[in-house]
């Protein structure tokens, strides 16, 4: 089966900037569509961003766009985050597919969540 590991979490400053990683191990293709979703504290979990297999198609949510930007190689994303405000204080997950689902929430694969949390 494949497993996500996540990386980056950690607490910064309003205005601030973050860098997660998550990479994808035990699956038999070389290259999956990626995405990230976070869970805010007493919040159902949201869509943040999303990639597709090739990398060629890129999805954000209005609430981070401009201001997060999502990569990959094979098997692994990257989400970088500038600008960050109180309200990104979330869970983050990482999510992985075989095939290109977009900001839909039915990955096969998800991550364990790294904490993501920004003072005022």
């Known amino acids: 089966q494949v497993r996500l590991v996540e990386s980056g979490g950690g607490l910064v400053q309003a205005g601030g900037s973050l860098s997660l990683s998550c990479v994808a191990s035990?699956?038999?293709?070389?290259?999956?569509?990626m995405a990230w979703f976070r869970q805010p504290p007493g919040q159902d979990r949201e869509f943040v961003a999303a990639?597709?297999?090739?990398?060629?198609n890129t999805y954000y949510s209005d609430s981070v766009k401009g201001r997060f930007t999502i990569s990959k190689d094979n098997v692994r994303t990257d989400l970088q985050m500038w600008n960050l405000k109180p309200g990104d204080t979330a869970i983050y997950y990482c999510?992985?597919?075989?095939?290109?689902?977009?900001?839909?929430?039915?990955?096969?694969?998800w991550g364990q969540g790294t904490q993501v949390t920004v003072s005022s």
């Open positions: 035990g699956g038999t293709h070389s290259s999956y569509a």
């Open positions: 990639i597709s297999w090739s990398g060629g």
């Open positions: 999510a992985a597919d075989e095939m290109n689902l977009g900001i839909s929430d039915d990955y096969s694969y």
